[in-house]
């Protein structure tokens, strides 16, 4: 099956930096999205996103597919962004399959 | 609420209980879906139901055995279930092509 791979898995980071998450997946897909899982284990769509860029207040994600991957910016970071990160694809389907996630900790 | 409600929360059963797991979506949506969710793994896909009908089985253990009745309800029945099978149980539904994926808060589910 497809592989999903996210970096990094741990990211500290003080309130107010900007980071990066990346998303890299091994064959062509036909829909990838990104999602936040907070403390108490909800998981929230942030992004339905193939292919270019969207914006969402402080976060945004471009997907190149031609390339096979995906960026999710987090900008002036918060303590309510702490959670883990997941990015997730489908190749023909809506079936998800997702990667390890990426634990971002946002300190006051 | 994200509009996907699951039942209970939290769960606490032996190994030789029997249980259900209940999903609800009032989203309009038409495939709905079981996800687990172990300590230090990925999300892993268990079931799939499209327009009720299930399409997708992912070599789960038969002690795990899903019911969709109508496209707003699924259910997952447990029963002689092992200290492994302990994690978050999560539901969610979309539309067909995978929009509108939207998750349910899960079950915490421990085997004792």
């Known amino acids: 099956g497809i592989q999903v791979e996210q970096s990094p898995p741990d990211l500290i980071l003080q309130e107010g930096a900007n980071s990066t998450l990346r998303c890299n997946f091994s064959d062509s897909v036909n829909n990838l999205q990104w999602f936040h899982q907070n403390p108490w284990g909800q998981l929230i769509n942030l992004f339905y996103?193939?292919?270019g860029t969207k914006q969402n207040g402080r976060l945004s994600a471009t997907t190149v597919a031609t390339e096979r991957y995906s960026l999710l910016y987090i900008s002036s970071s918060q303590t309510t962004d702490s959670g883990v990160y997941f990015c997730?694809?489908?190749?023909?389907?809506?079936?998800?399959?997702f990667g390890a996630g990426t634990t971002v900790t946002v300190r006051a | 609420e994200t509009g996907v409600t699951q039942t209970p929360r939290h769960l606490v059963m032996g190994m030789t209980n029997k249980k259900s797991l209940k999903c609800e979506q009032h989203?309009?949506?038409?495939?709905m879906y079981w996800y687990k969710q172990s300590a230090k793994k990925p999300l892993e896909l268990m079931f799939v139901y499209s327009l009720e009908e299930r399409v997708e089985n992912n070599s789960v253990p038969s002690r795990f055995s899903p019911e969709c009745p109508n496209s707003s309800h699924l259910f997952l029945h447990l029963h002689t279930l092992q200290p492994e099978d302990s994690a978050l149980y999560l539901c969610?539904?979309?539309?067909?092509?995978?929009?509108?994926?939207?998750f349910g808060s899960g079950t915490r589910l421990t085997v004792v």
């Open positions: 969610a539904s979309s539309q067909e092509s995978g929009d509108g994926y939207t």
């Open positions: 996103i193939p292919s």
């Open positions: 989203l309009g949506h038409n495939a």
């Open positions: 997730a694809v489908d190749t023909n389907d809506y079936k998800l399959s």
